[in-house]
């Protein structure tokens, strides 16, 4: 029989895995890499957002430019809660910077 902390804890456990793996930065390996888009310089940003959104996509970092960081549930241990912060953290940051490097030096400037 199992009790209510246990089931929690293996789903809080579940959810931590789930979050650091879909966070990875690698593309899966059957996808083709692809080519880094070239660097935005104030004209024609709708194909280079489309462009970047897709480079992202493809490093599955994509979804870190719409949401919000997860809200971890009470109940969670430390070290699960420590993980799933930081995950989260490192995949914002890895997403955040490739667009700015997307960015010519002037505007990197402007919004870094």
Not at 15 to 44: D, L, Q
């Amino acid at each position: 029989m199992t009790t209510e902390s246990q089931i929690m804890s293996a789903t809080t456990s579940m959810g931590a895995t789930n979050i650091a793996t879909s966070s990875r930065t690698t593309a899966p390996p059957s996808m083709a890499p692809v080519e880094k888009p070239e660097k935005f310089s104030g004209i024609e940003f709708k194909r280079w957002q489309q462009k970047m959104f897709f480079y992202l996509t493809t490093l599955c970092l994509q979804r870190f430019t719409s949401e919000d960081a997860p809200e971890v549930p009470e109940g969670t241990s430390d070290k699960d809660r420590f993980v799933i912060v930081e995950a989260w953290k490192h995949s914002d940051f890895l997403c955040r910077n490739y667009i700015l490097s997307g960015l010519q030096d002037d505007l990197y400037n402007v919004y870094s």
